[in-house]
């Protein structure tokens, strides 16, 4: 009797555990301090333990400086061509992973960004800070703003590198959330997917450099595509990586490992569990026509209505049935109508309840119409009500 309560619970519990409904911390067996699973298309966690602890990022730092930089980019503020006069301040950066930059040189942002993406260099993320805000300090101002923007409530950065600083500090949870926003810029994968690149520098530009990616796992890992590692004797071993696997991509992210070889154990841990437990679902993408709406009195007689983001949800596996789809979106809106106005949207429910939902936007502006474009529409309309083609 004894035994057969004894196997009864054992089933029980191997039968919760895989089924999804018990996953302990402790039972992936990470060694760090801290880490996260992100979805990276929704944000979702898939996986936590101590995610806000702040602590500090060390060159996962550089996150954030490369996601200004490419902000910089998109919006013309720089371009990866413009040239960087090298400055005394950036000179003299003697202290860890560098560029190796002389004061008087002059560098591409491109190069700077190879600098900061591959080498991890810290005299190339003070001339990033440089170019884009003009200065280190009103750089990290433009750090700290952004990350409240992005809702990253554990972080203070101090500098644009990562090295040691007492209040320089973050979590697994917020850079799970910069790293998100980092790879929306596809242009980045250019640079932190790179595993070796080649670049010269000094003043004659006469030194060669080759560029080993301080992240390894670009190189082991066919799925792993970027994105920071980072170390110093106070942050330990610290690494956010990215993986897509078919239409998933992932964000892992591991603080505080006591090793490289266990930092990238755990990432690569976490990648595995989020790829073997959860499928993601696509109900429509990014742009991607809906339906023509008709518009009463501007000068388009129609709309196309588009998403306004990839209408994407992650479940896990064995959890897809039940699932559907609503879309509330009108046969004819009024003009005038603006580029991406929300126009309407798509719920999706899962056994009756709501478990996400998309806008659906308007992709081109529309005016009123004119006075002369009413006469023609009835001129149109009155020809084709008598059989004639107009």
Known sequence: MRFTKTLMITIIILSLTFSGFIFAD???NLECKSAILMDSATGKVLYETNSHEKLEPASVTKIMTMLLAMEALDTGKITLQDKVIISKNVAKMKTGTRLMLEEGEIRTVEDLLYGVAVESGNDASIAIAECVAGGEGEFVKAMNKKAKELGMNDTNF????GLHSENHKTSAHDIGIMSRELIQHEKIFDFISKYMVTVYVGRKNDVKRELVNKNKMVHFYKDVDGIKTGF????????????KNNNIRLVSVIMGAPDTTKRNRDA??????????YVN???????????QVKVNKGDSESVDAVF?????????KGEEKGLE???DLPDAIAAPLKQGQK???ITIKKDGEQIASFNIISDKDIGKASFVNNILRAIKYWFNYIGISF
């Open 26 to 28: 402790e039972s992936l």
């Open 281 to 291: 679902h696509s109900f429509g993408k990014k742009g991607e026509l809906v339906k």
């Open 268 to 277: 690569r841990k976490l990648i595995d569990y989020g790829f073997a437990n």
């Open 232 to 243: 110093t004797d106070e942050a330990m071993f610290c690494i956010s990586v990215t993986a």
């Open 325 to 327: 789809k609503i879309f």
């Open 343 to 345: 126009i309407g949207e």
């Open 308 to 316: 306004e983001t990839n209408a994407d949800i992650l479940l896990r």
């Open 158 to 161: 101090e500098n644009p590198h």
